[in-house]
């Protein structure tokens, strides 16, 4: 007896361990879901914004359990009905009956699980779509209408995706349920096949046909509305996007006429379940198939291809006008000012008198070039790091606006090597520490920046504010700050002894800045997260202690408003005794009728914004709706709405209510430091590259196409050049302000490229009246003026300038050419680029050495800038710059050569230059083709006669 019961003691044990071990990995597993989202909870709480998350996490359960249960109990209903209607004595092939003898102790199972499974699926595809729903619960009209069907433009924002998305989920829940009715019919003998001939039960044919008829009439439904999508979708004929001729006289009457045909069949298959004749239904189904090819597949073709075609100018001309008009208002550049501006090449002396102002605040700090020397001068530990790219500013320094070059003295923990530890780098290294700012139209005499406000602790020009930075954007991923009233201080502050000293001062956070760790539960769940012991073990963890995490201000900005796409270049500032972080965000869309459609990753690439391997972020409408701000101290979030008659801004400020505050609550200080955003502005010149012109017939002719020019500094091929900020006065406006410009030049044709400027684009960038106000100066196509990239080959062709470049990178230093800037200025354009020399060994970082300047075919290269437009000007130019009282030194040592004259009588140099010409010409030319192969060669050409050119000057 004892044996017989053995096994069935360890079998019941066997089972009793994997029921435990199962509960226990289920309940270990609930704990990590549960651990991860109370960390959310806390962190939008301790933010202010949990509302945000509750809403999305509320909206989606929602929306799963609508899911769930419209795909579960359609496929449930549907699989029960055929099972119950089954015919009871059907007679059965030998093969059904070995299926029925498998299935039937799992039917109830399957019955249940089946439609549970499919549901769960249904679910997680509907919960992700919440922001559909909600926005058409809460839309916000446009207030203006489609050109063809004469709708709001709030339909086919909110209106359409909700329609296409419950029809297209509707049909295939109807689908799988018919594909449900007619597997339990066949298994249980409802539908039989016998060779050529179907036999099928009354009840199941009742229940097919009606299942078929839902779904045709779904399609039917679908198909009527694919008439409004072809306002946004590509076009056969010239449109890029929206309906041209064929689509609005052909395409869109086919599928009116084809949802008729297709609701007509959907009524067959109902007559059908009625009288049950298959004939009709199968008839009209081939009808349905038939149609679609000829109505809407080859009766458009032929008439964009013998209608349209021949005469496609005449015919597709008032859809272009719908197109340029719908694209310029959707893009905000509906209301750009274009202003004729004959420029002229003659650098007469006192050209400049007029635009003292603009001459004066010529930036000549390069914020690309500038960071090595921030580092060199500023950054005292290596535990400090600055942006690999600075921002530019604007100040009020002793009454006048200047121009700054600004960045953030953050903490690296990298840079401390081998001596970080867990403790370390969580308790003592947890913040950065002040500001680094220079004049942008200065220099030293040695080339070094002119610092307005720099040091440890900061000293200058920017006044008192709280100089630690908590938040930024090279934070670290946690660190654990606070404690008690009086207890002892860990944070490292700053290095009190000076850059060389080890004596540090130590600081405790007394802000609100993170969750606290005031119970063990909380330190648990966060030792999870952050996958670190010492959250939960570490003394140094007190009730008062405060968790920092997610610290990049794009991060946190992106979480309490998930609807925003956000500009990729948050900036900082002084306001209000504060290191805030300013950070742009838009309302996009891609269902703008007739606005053409872009890649918003295509459109803002350039030098500083590197394109993705693959764009998926398409848009054709686009608004700077919201301004935010992150407090580099605290980690505040606080949202302002900039544009407040953005209907899609007003959308989402429905769906969360009271987390965006009105522009009226921008402090003055802040409004300062507003500037229009880059993105925002890359992709406005993308389109007016295009949409300058608002002629149909030349827009068909595509005959006054521009684009950007390509960054002339740049060593990639194909990068265009970015937009810069100026304090400067654009023609055609009444007074300097400070703004963000770019140029146009022809967009290259197949057999020819002409670096020749055609356009300037500029935008007011202070907040006030003029903010955001585009002006777009157009140059003449009589006369030609040179492009960025026809400027900068003159540079380093011109004899004098490759003699002094060459000289300049003898021994162990190398020349960087700095942003090239255009100004239009003097009734001309005047281009400027600071030239730097860095060191290749030892204490390495950039000298500003040179300044060249060009203004029609004219170019000067000398120390300053002021010296240069002197020159440039027939000895005076009128104007002064923002270095005149400079007075350059003159280097003693290999990192900051002299300019020697070039001797003149030298055959030996002066063939070695015309070599380095040739293949500096060589290499452009390579370049342009993409004959890498081919600019290699040049490149070593070009060093080998750099090589004879210094052996011939010593």
Same mark, same amino acid.
């Given at each position: 007896?004892?044996?017989?019961?053995?096994?069935?003691?360890?079998?019941?044990?066997?089972?009793?361990?994997?029921?435990? #071990?199962?509960?226990?990995?289920?309940?270990?597993?609930?704990?990590?879901?549960?651990?991860?989202?109370?960390?959310?909870?806390?962190?939008?709480?301790?933010?202010?914004?949990?509302?945000? !998350?509750?809403?999305?996490?509320?909206?989606?359960?929602?929306?799963?359990?609508?899911?769930?249960?419209?795909?579960?109990?359609?496929?449930?209903?549907?699989?029960?009905?055929?099972?119950r209607?089954?015919?009871?004595?059907?007679?059965?092939?030998s093969?059904?009956?070995?299926?029925?003898q498998?299935?039937?102790?799992?039917?109830?199972?399957?019955?249940?699980?089946?439609?549970?499974?499919?549901?769960?699926?249904?679910? %997680?595809?509907?919960?992700?779509?919440?922001?559909?729903?909600?926005?058409?619960?809460?839309?916000?009209?446009?207030?203006?209408?489609?050109?063809?069907?004469?709708?709001?433009?709030?339909?086919?924002?909110?209106?359409?995706?909700l329609?296409?998305?419950?029809?297209?989920?509707?049909?295939?829940?109807?689908?799988?349920?018919?594909?449900?009715?007619?597997a339990?019919?066949?298994?249980?003998?409802?539908?039989?096949?016998?060779?050529?001939?179907?036999?099928?039960?009354?009840?199941?044919?009742?229940?097919?046909?009606?299942?078929?008829?839902?779904?045709? #009439?779904?399609q039917?439904a679908?198909?009527?509305?694919?008439?409004?999508?072809?306002?946004?979708?590509?076009?056969?004929?010239?449109?890029?996007?929206?309906?041209?001729?064929?689509?609005?006289?052909?395409?869109?009457?086919?599928?009116?006429?084809?949802?008729?045909?297709?609701?007509?069949?959907?009524?067959?298959?109902?007559?059908?379940?009625?009288?049950?004749?298959?004939?009709?239904?199968?008839?009209?189904?081939?009808?349905?198939?038939?149609? $679609?090819?000829?109505?809407?597949? !080859?009766?458009?073709?032929?008439?964009?291809?013998?209608?349209?075609?021949?005469?496609?100018?005449?015919?597709?001309? =008032?859809?272009?006008?719908?197109?340029?008009?719908?694209?310029?208002?959707?893009?905000?550049?509906?209301?750009?000012?274009?202003?004729?501006?004959?420029?002229?090449?003659?650098?007469?002396?006192?050209?400049?008198?007029?635009?003292?102002?603009?001459?004066?605040?010529?930036?000549?700090l390069?914020?690309?070039?500038?960071?090595?020397?921030?580092?060199?001068?500023?950054?005292?530990?290596?535990?400090?790091?600055?942006?690999?790219?600075?921002?530019?500013?604007?100040?009020?320094?002793?009454?006048?606006?200047?121009?700054?070059?600004?960045?953030? /003295?953050?903490?690296?923990?990298?840079?401390?090597?081998?001596?970080?530890?867990?403790?370390?780098?969580?308790?003592?290294?947890?913040?950065?520490?002040?500001?680094?700012?220079?004049?942008?139209?200065?220099?030293?005499?040695?080339?070094?920046?002119?610092?307005?406000?720099?040091?440890?602790?900061?000293?200058?020009?920017?006044?008192?504010?709280?100089? /630690?930075?908590y938040?930024?954007?090279?934070?670290?991923?946690?660190?654990?700050?606070?404690?008690?009233?009086?207890?002892?201080k860990?944070?490292?502050?700053?290095?009190? $002894?000076?850059?060389?000293?080890?004596?540090?001062?130590?600081?405790?956070?007394?802000?609100?800045?993170?969750?606290?760790?005031?119970?063990?539960?909380?330190?648990?769940?966060?030792?999870?997260?952050?996958?670190?012991?010492?959250?939960?073990?570490?003394?140094?963890?007190?009730?008062?202690?405060?968790?920092?995490?997610?610290?990049?201000?794009?991060?946190?900005?992106?979480?309490?408003?998930?609807?925003?796409?956000?500009?990729?270049?948050?900036?900082?500032?002084?306001?209000?005794?504060?290191?805030v972080?300013?950070?742009?965000?838009?309302?996009t869309?891609?269902?703008?009728?007739?606005?053409?459609?872009?890649?918003?990753?295509?459109?803002?690439?350039?030098?500083?914004?590197?394109?993705?391997?693959?764009?998926?972020?398409?848009?054709?409408?686009?608004?700077n709706?919201?301004?935010?701000? %992150?407090?580099?101290?605290?980690?505040?979030?606080?949202?302002?709405?900039w544009?407040?008659?953005?209907?899609?801004?007003?959308?989402?400020?429905?769906?969360?209510?009271?987390?965006?505050?009105?522009?009226?609550?921008?402090?003055?200080?802040?409004?300062?430091?507003?500037?229009?955003?880059?993105?925002?502005?890359?992709?406005?010149r993308?389109?007016l590259?295009?949409?300058h012109?608002?002629?149909?017939?030349?827009?068909?002719?595509?005959?006054?196409?521009?684009?950007t020019?390509?960054?002339?500094?740049?060593?990639?091929?194909?990068?265009?050049?970015?937009?810069?900020?100026?304090?400067?006065?654009?023609?055609?406006?009444?007074?300097?302000?400070?703004?963000?410009?770019?140029?146009?030049?022809?967009?290259?044709?197949?057999?020819?490229?002409?670096?020749?400027?055609?356009?300037?684009?500029?935008?007011?960038?202070? #907040?006030?009246?003029?903010?955001?106000?585009?002006?777009?100066?157009?140059?003449?196509?009589?006369?030609?003026?040179?492009?960025?990239?026809?400027?900068?080959?003159?540079?380093?062709?011109?004899?004098?300038?490759?003699?002094?470049?060459?000289?300049?990178?003898? +021994?162990?230093?190398?020349?960087?050419l700095?942003?090239?800037?255009?100004? =239009?200025?003097?009734?001309?354009?005047?281009?400027?680029?600071?030239?730097?020399?860095?060191?290749?060994? +030892?204490?390495?970082y950039?000298?500003?050495?040179?300044?060249?300047?060009?203004?029609?075919?004219?170019?000067?290269?000398?120390?300053?800038?002021?010296?240069?437009?002197?020159?440039?000007?027939?000895?005076?130019?009128?104007?002064?710059?923002?270095d005149g009282?400079?007075?350059?030194?003159?280097?003693?040592?290999?990192?900051?050569?002299?300019?020697?004259?070039?001797?003149?009588?030298?055959?030996?140099?002066?063939?070695?230059?015309?070599?380095?010409?040739?293949?500096?010409?060589?290499?452009?030319?390579?370049?342009?083709?993409?004959?890498? %192969?081919?600019?290699?060669?040049?490149?070593?050409?070009? %060093?080998?006669?750099?090589?004879?050119a210094?052996?011939?000057?010593?």
């Amino acid at each position: 007896m004892s044996t017989q019961s053995s096994p069935t003691a360890t079998n019941r044990t066997r089972v009793t361990l994997t029921i435990t #071990a199962v509960i226990i990995a289920v309940l270990v597993i609930a704990f990590f879901v549960v651990s991860n989202l109370y960390t959310e909870v806390l962190w939008y709480d301790q933010l202010g914004f949990l509302g945000v !998350l509750t809403t999305q996490w509320f909206a989606g359960a929602a929306m799963f359990l609508v899911g769930f249960l419209g795909m579960a109990i359609p496929v449930y209903v549907s699989i029960l009905v055929a099972f119950r209607a089954r015919p009871v004595y059907a007679k059965l092939n030998s093969q059904l009956d070995r299926y029925q003898q498998v299935i039937e102790p799992l039917r109830r199972l399957a019955m249940i699980g089946i439609p549970v499974v499919l549901g769960i699926f249904g679910g %997680v595809s509907t919960a992700t779509h919440w922001p559909v729903v909600l926005q058409w619960l809460n839309k916000t009209p446009f207030g203006q209408v489609d050109p063809q069907f004469g709708l709001d433009i709030s339909f086919y924002f909110y209106d359409l995706p909700l329609f296409h998305g419950a029809l297209g989920f509707a049909s295939a829940v109807v689908l799988i349920s018919f594909i449900g009715a007619v597997a339990t019919s066949y298994l249980y003998g409802a539908l039989r096949f016998n060779g050529r001939e179907v036999r099928i039960s009354r009840s199941a044919r009742i229940q097919i046909a009606i299942t078929a008829a839902v779904f045709i #009439a779904l399609q039917a439904a679908s198909i009527w509305l694919d008439q409004f999508t072809t306002l946004y979708s590509p076009a056969q004929g010239f449109l890029v996007t929206g309906a041209g001729y064929t689509e609005a006289n052909a395409t869109i009457p086919g599928r009116a006429i084809l949802a008729g045909i297709a609701a007509l069949v959907a009524v067959l298959f109902i007559v059908t379940a009625i009288i049950g004749r298959w004939r009709l239904p199968i008839i009209g189904t081939a009808l349905l198939l038939v149609s $679609g090819l000829v109505v809407g597949s !080859l009766y458009p073709w032929i008439v964009e291809r013998f209608q349209v075609v021949p005469s496609a100018q005449t015919y597709e001309a =008032p859809y272009i006008e719908r197109d340029i008009k719908a694209t310029r208002e959707a893009y905000g550049v509906s209301d750009v000012k274009e202003v004729p501006y004959s420029a002229t090449s003659d650098a007469a002396p006192g050209a400049l008198r007029a635009d003292a102002e603009t001459t004066a605040n010529i930036r000549i700090l390069d914020p690309a070039i500038a960071p090595n020397a921030f580092k060199q001068l500023e950054q005292f530990k290596q535990y400090y790091d600055f942006a690999p790219h600075l921002d530019v500013d604007r100040y009020n320094i002793d009454g006048k606006t200047q121009d700054t070059v600004i960045a953030v /003295r953050e903490l690296n923990q990298a840079g401390l090597g081998d001596s970080q530890t867990d403790y370390s780098n969580t308790f003592v290294y947890t913040h950065g520490y002040g500001v680094v700012a220079a004049y942008g139209n200065q220099r030293s005499s040695g080339g070094e920046p002119v610092f307005l406000e720099s040091g440890i602790p900061s000293v200058g020009s920017l006044g008192d504010f709280e100089p /630690r930075v908590y938040f930024g954007e090279k934070s670290p991923a946690y660190s654990i700050v606070g404690g008690a009233k009086g207890s002892k201080k860990i944070e490292l502050d700053y290095p009190s $002894g000076g850059e060389k000293s080890e004596q540090n001062a130590s600081t405790t956070f007394t802000g609100n800045g993170g969750p606290k760790l005031d119970n063990v539960f909380k330190k648990l769940i966060y030792a999870i997260k952050f996958q670190s012991e010492q959250i939960f073990l570490s003394e140094a963890v007190t009730d008062k202690s405060q968790i920092m995490y997610d610290r990049d201000p794009k991060e946190r900005v992106q979480k309490v408003a998930p609807y925003l796409t956000l500009d990729n270049d948050s900036y900082p500032a002084i306001v209000d005794g504060k290191i805030v972080w300013i950070v742009d965000g838009y309302t996009t869309g891609t269902n703008y009728p007739y606005s053409r459609v872009g890649q918003l990753s295509d459109m803002i690439a350039d030098t500083y914004t590197p394109k993705p391997a693959f764009a998926v972020d398409d848009v054709n409408y686009i608004r700077n709706s919201v301004k935010a701000t %992150v407090d580099a101290y605290d980690g505040k979030v606080t949202l302002y709405a900039w544009d407040d008659k953005d209907p899609v801004l007003k959308t989402w400020e429905k769906v969360f209510p009271a987390t965006v505050k009105p522009m009226s609550d921008m402090d003055q200080q802040l409004l300062d430091h507003v500037r229009y955003p880059s993105d925002l502005f890359k992709v406005q010149r993308a389109i007016l590259g295009s949409y300058h012109v608002t002629d149909p017939g030349s827009f068909f002719s595509s005959d006054d196409q521009w684009v950007t020019p390509e960054d002339p500094v740049s060593t990639t091929a194909n990068i265009l050049q970015p937009p810069y900020y100026l304090t400067m006065q654009v023609p055609g406006t009444d007074a300097p302000a400070f703004t963000l410009y770019s140029t146009f030049i022809p967009k290259a044709s197949a057999d020819s490229t002409r670096n020749v400027l055609t356009g300037y684009l500029a935008v007011d960038s202070d #907040a006030g009246p003029n903010y955001g106000k585009l002006t777009l100066l157009t140059l003449p196509k009589q006369t030609t003026q040179p492009g960025p990239g026809q400027v900068q080959t003159n540079f380093r062709t011109n004899t004098d300038v490759a003699n002094q470049l060459a000289l300049l990178q003898r +021994g162990e230093t190398k020349v960087e050419l700095g942003n090239l800037l255009t100004l =239009p200025v003097g009734g001309g354009l005047l281009y400027v680029q600071p030239v730097y020399v860095q060191a290749t060994t +030892g204490t390495i970082y950039p000298l500003l050495r040179k300044v060249l300047v060009s203004f029609g075919d004219k170019i000067a290269f000398e120390d300053t800038l002021n010296q240069a437009l002197d020159t440039l000007f027939g000895g005076d130019s009128g104007a002064n710059a923002g270095d005149g009282s400079v007075t350059p030194t003159t280097p003693t040592d290999p990192t900051t050569p002299t300019t020697p004259t070039t001797p003149t009588d030298n055959a030996a140099l002066s063939k070695a230059l015309a070599d380095y010409q040739a293949a500096f010409a060589d290499r452009q030319a390579a370049y342009a083709a993409n004959d890498l %192969v081919s600019a290699a060669e040049a490149d070593d050409r070009m %060093v080998k006669a750099i090589e004879q050119a210094i052996a011939a000057s010593s």
